[in-house]
């Protein structure tokens, strides 16, 4: 049994913190924001949609500068960038560098997402899933921090909203140092560094893996952007919090789940098409005027979703032939997924607009569910193929390795 490399996973999961808690502890600060620089609603869409169109948009810069750099120089990078730019959004205060500093955070979040999976396929090949789950479970744990502690004990300390940014910004501001510091230098081979960055939206395997991740994307975004109006439309506004918490906090079971079976999960397509039926389940039990049925569907929905993103994110080390294929493989599944991920809501949006039912607004969960039933599909056949050819290598080197 291979050894699980503890310290690796504890980097990577303070590299997932980082990822998510400077772009989530923006919505808490939104009424300061809004009342400073007098912000419209098309504004407030428009910075709270900025980071997630870029994760989409700038995903292909990630791989060129890992193809360049190597993963782990471009996550430290990445993370340097991320403290830099966070804690400059509230220079000023001033809406011109809240916007730019926020389009230099989500880009330098796009370059860092492509290196966690390169990460893993070096650091812990032999634990994809639990790796996997430790940068993820990262994801959460700093939505949750920026959600819940913001505007009850950060801004108090801070004192306004722009100290209150720049407070979090610590946070990628240690970690990476501390990776740069404490890891060595990536050995890859000659032949495969600076290679090949673009991803190859030929593949087939490109888009399965990127309608996947976008069905993920589109169930977890799109009910975050609508469950508030839509139980507001609804005459149930006073459940708005409690069904975001639920939403967002039913996803740490799933994560928990991966890591400690991944044997059970990582790999294979039958638990990604579950998390597709459940996620459908989870908003028909949702749209059930009950109270209870409300937060239990919003669970539902957090779990499905994170169970699915989760897993597929584990796809890119497990189907890669070779290092360099790695970051490639994940920006392309980013350049679509996220991509989707931030165009569905807003159509989403128009159909309500367009035809004035509310529900509409969720009909993005429930395309998001078919496209985890069906976009997997294959998936496992090449993760299989790919394995019993590393098997039969290792078979005939006995020195060879991964």
């Not at 796009?110 to 390169?118: D, E, G, N, Y």
């Not at 977890?220 to 839509?230: L, M």
């Not at 949006?349 to 993005?364: E, K, Y």
């Amino acid at each position: 049994m291979t050894r699980i490399p503890w310290s690796r996973l504890i980097l990577l999961w303070l590299a997932g913190i980082d990822l998510r808690i400077t772009m989530l502890a923006v919505p808490p600060l939104l009424p300061l924001i809004h009342r400073d620089l007098g912000l419209d609603e098309a504004r407030v869409a428009a910075l709270l949609g900025l980071p997630v169109l870029l994760l989409a948009a700038a995903a292909t810069l990630g791989s060129m500068l890992i193809s360049r750099f190597d993963a782990r120089r471009a996550l430290v990078f990445g993370l340097i960038s991320i403290a830099a730019s966070s804690a400059l959004r509230g220079v000023g205060p001033s809406l011109t560098m809240l916007f730019l500093m926020t389009f230099i955070m989500g880009a330098s979040i796009a370059v860092v997402q492509p290196a966690l999976p390169a990460m893993v396929y070096h650091w812990a090949p032999a634990h994809v899933g639990l790796a996997t789950a430790a940068y993820t479970n990262g994801f959460i744990t700093g939505e949750v921090i920026a959600a819940g502690l913001t505007t009850k004990a950060i801004l108090p300390m801070a004192g306004d909203w722009p100290h209150t940014l720049a407070f979090w910004a610590i946070f990628p501001a240690i970690t990476a140092p501390l990776l740069f510091l404490s890891t060595p230098r990536l050995n890859i081979p000659e032949a495969e560094g600076r290679s090949q960055w673009w991803p190859d939206f030929g593949h087939a395997r490109t888009w399965r893996l990127g309608l996947t991740q976008s069905g993920a994307a589109i169930v977890y975004f799109g009910s975050n952007a609508f469950f508030p109006d839509y139980l507001h439309a609804t005459g149930a506004a006073r459940l708005i919090p409690s069904c975001l918490v639920w939403l967002n906090a039913g996803q740490l079971p799933a994560s928990i789940a991966i890591a400690l079976f991944p044997g059970w999960f990582v790999g294979r397509v039958r638990p990604i098409q579950a998390a597709a039926f459940c996620a459908a389940c989870g908003l028909a039990i949702f749209f059930i005027p009950h109270e209870w049925t409300r937060l239990l569907g919003a669970g539902i929905l957090g779990c499905s979703s994170a169970f699915a993103f989760i897993l597929n994110l584990a796809f890119p080390a497990l189907l890669a032939e070779k290092s360099d294929d790695v970051h490639r493989i994940s920006a392309g599944m980013f350049t679509i997924g996220y991509g989707m991920g931030f165009l569905m809501p807003l159509i989403g949006g128009a159909v309500w607009d367009r035809t004035g039912i509310a529900a509409a607004s969720l009909a993005p969960a429930a395309l998001g569910a078919m496209l985890l039933l069906l976009a997997p599909r294959g998936l496992e056949e090449q993760t299989i193929s790919l394995d019993l050819r590393a098997r039969g290598e290792f078979a005939s080197t006995p020195s060879s390795s991964r």
